[in-house]
């Protein structure tokens, strides 16, 4: 018998033979896009630590959707960027805040847009903790009521599905059950679940102004050490009533990302974050890599370890340049 009888390097010896028996496909369809919208008219501000990424006034905010859209995008998520912050984040659930505005006014342009918001209070809030602050700690349950509110207003604004990111425990329950009284039962829940204390969000926080004035968010966000208590946290939230739920960030975590597609059966998001976004970005600048095969393969890669749906700084520019 000749030697080797088994050559795997067959069916990589043209692009077309490794198309053809690609396990993972990516797809622009399973993007997300997140922006960030701030007051104003005419405002496209650079995001320093995120270059390309920008803080965006209302009415650019809604060219700059559809430009993704016509790239083939098919969601964003907005995060917001409020004229002031106060100690109970009260910018989070004013209906006439940033995010709301900005929801209505993408809505309005486009109505096939999938509209995600970010439900969360650290942008809101003066010391930029992601629940109200009690004697020097993060109080959880009375976090939840301006929670469920801050979902409210962002449902009657049209948002499409509502993302809380706040890693409070009960938020996704304290939320469902808001929503279901006000009417909204056919809103989606994507939430948060495996959310990591991680240095990966670094360059988010310079653009949402965001970063705690005292302290850090060890006490609600996931210890990177923890991956049991991972699939804890998701089976909390899938038990609450999420109906999508999203590994944070998603490269340093494709362990959690595998196993939790490996035991749960809803859809799973993850988020390639500001720092991944950054690192790629700052190493492409400093041509130490190749920019375009770097995103694709990290994008290959949080695929094959389990996401369905990925959220990225990339997406526009994947979605219109790879036309996949
Ligand atoms: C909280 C929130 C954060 C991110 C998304 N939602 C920041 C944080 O937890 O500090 C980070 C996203 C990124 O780094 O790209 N509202």
Known sequence: MPFPIHRPRRLRRTEALRQLVAETRLSARSLVYPLFVCPGSGVKEEIRSMPGNFRWSVDLLVEECKSAYDAGVPAVILFGIPEKKDELGCGAYDPDGIVQRAVRAVKKALPELIVICDLCLDEYTSHGHCGLVKDGEVDNDSTLELLAKTAVTQVEAGADIVAPSDMM???????RQELDLRGFHQTPILAYSAKYASAFYGPFREAADSAPKFGDRKSYQMDPANQREALREIALDIEEGADIIMVKPALPYLDILALARRTFDVPIAAYQVSGEFSLIEAAARAGWVDRERVIMESLTSIRRAGAD????????????????
Do not use: M, S
């Open 309 to 324: 749906i990925i959220l990225t700084y990339f997406a526009k520019e994947v979605a219109r340049k790879f036309g996949c």
């Open 169 to 175: 425990d009960g938020r996704v329950g304290r939320i």
